[in-house]
């Protein structure tokens, strides 16, 4: 069992920045790809980023790529989110999640954050 806990969101202006991190509980963080994903008002459901259980894989939403950085610490058992050049379109409820095993962009996740929002204004 993991237990995840976001945090780090806020209201910011456009080309701002943030740095969301989450939190997991469990011995077993290492074991786990992790994954950043958010949720717009009246959308679906959408993949951000994700890191491999070393962190020596990543992969980005083209939509974010270039400005968003995720990482992870696991002797911390945390991974982060840092978001730069935000805009408008990025404002939605960031969620982590958490994947025994490989790297994945799709919503097939184990284990799953209650989610922060992050609003950016104009």
């Known amino acids: 069992q993991v237990q995840l806990v976001e945090s780090g969101g806020g209201l910011v202006q456009a080309g701002g920045s943030l740095r969301l991190s989450c939190a997991a509980s469990?011995?077993?963080?290492?074991?786990?790809?992790m994954g950043w994903f958010r949720q717009a008002p009246g959308k679906e459901r959408e993949f951000v980023a994700a890191i491999s259980w070393s962190g020596g894989n990543t992969h980005y939403a083209d939509s974010v790529k270039g400005r968003f950085t995720i990482s992870r610490d696991n002797a911390k058992n945390t991974v982060y989110l840092q978001m730069n050049s935000l805009k408008p379109e990025d404002t939605a409820v960031y969620y982590c999640?958490?994947?025994?095993?490989?790297?994945?962009?799709?919503?097939?996740?184990?284990?799953w954050g209650q989610g922060t929002q992050v609003t950016v204004s104009q």
């Open positions: 999640a958490a994947r025994f095993g490989t790297i994945a962009t799709n919503l097939l996740y184990d284990y």
């Open positions: 469990g011995r077993t963080f290492s074991s786990y790809a």
